[in-house]
Structures are given as C-alpha cells and as structure tokens.
C-alpha cells in the first residue's frame, strides 16, 4: 500500500477522531476506520492542508469528497457487521469505500461521472482497496448483484428511489439523503418483510442532488 504516511498524518487523523466524538459519533468501529483511512490521498495537492479538517471540499466533476462527520454519521447509521454486502451509490472519490472496506465490508461502488469513476477504479486498489467499482445510473443501483446486506447513497435524492429499496435484503439498511436541493434529511430505511419497510428520520444534511443517467466527460 502506498500512503505517503507521516506521523503528522496520523496526528492530524487522532485529533479528526477526536472531534468526531465530540460530535456524538459512538460506534467504535467507525471511528477506528476512520482513523485509518489516509483522507490526504483522496484529495488534490492543493487541499493537502485541509485533508484531516472536518469540512466537505471539491473533487472535480462537480463534486466533493463528503465532511468526515457526514461520511461516520452514515456509516454508523448503516451498522456495518464485518462480511455485509454493502451498495454504495455515488462513489466520488472513493473515500466513503475506503472506510467501509476497512469495517470488513464487501462493497459494490457505482458512479455515474465517468471522469470520477475511470480515477477511482484505478486508484484505490494502488492504496490497497479493492471494492468492485462501477460505471452506471446509480438510481438503478446493481439489480444482477442484489441483495444487498447494506445500501449506502451519498447523494441528495427527492425521493427515495424504489430500485434500490428492492436490492435491499430483508433485515437490511438503506441510509439515505431525502428532500430537495438545499437540505436533506437522513433516512435510515429497514427492510422488515418482502413488502414492508420501516423509514426512520435522523437529522438534516446537505448534499450534491442524485441525478440519474451517466456522464461520458
């Protein structure tokens, strides 16, 4: 694995850690992850300095490598148990599967930004991470790899989309943004029979909009 790893870096990822549980994030499993995960190489050079900042920043393509707290509040919603089969909706860059795998997921990653996807797909298994990454409407989710133990979109959708409440295995989790262009609030959806969920609300957010299709560059 190449990290370019200082122990600044891993000064810089105890204090993010530390702020995370100030801020209420309790699973420890997630935090550990976190705390792991070497952020600075998702980032360009020029947000070397902020890498470990608890702040969303720009990626290209017109989006962003999400706030820490975003990505443990997800995570920690979704209640990853080691071997879970997890969709994530909206790869980005990649920093969000990096902190699943590191909890002992098997996560399938799509990402409808072509430019984001051929970065990605190429450069987390050089830093030692290996999801199965693809190109493709993430409103459609993976229907030939369902279900899924775990669904994870990190992206604001209206509405919650029924193809990927369908690839949910029953006693699975969907978290997921819910509302319109300038606020969202998280949604944790369980599955509790073949045509029955529960919908649970935990707080507001605001993310780039879900938007269905692909993008060729």
Known sequence: MVTNETPRH???RK????????????????LEAIGKVPRHLFMESTFIQFAYKDQAFPIGAGQTISQPYTVAVQTQLLEIEKG???????TGSGYQA??????GAKVFTIERQKELYMKVHKFLPEIG??????????????PNFAPFDKIIVTAGATSVPEDLKEQLAVNGRLVIPVGNEHRQEMTVITRIS????????????????????????
Not at 84 to 90: A, I, N, Q, S, Y
Not at 98 to 103: G, H, I, Q, W
């Open 84 to 90: 879970d089969k997890v969709l994530e909706v909206g």
């Open 194 to 217: 073949e045509n029955e969920f529960r919908n649970e609300k935990h707080g507001d957010f605001v993310f780039v909009p879900l938007l269905k299709g692909t993008v060729n560059f």
């Open 98 to 103: 990096a902190v699943l795998l590191e909890m």
């Open 10 to 12: 891993q000064g810089m």
């Open 129 to 142: 991470y290996n999801p199965a990454c693809f190109f493709g409407d993430g409103y459609k989710g993976l």
């Open 15 to 30: 204090k993010l850690i530390d702020g995370l549980k100030i801020k209420g994030i309790r699973n420890e499993k997630v």
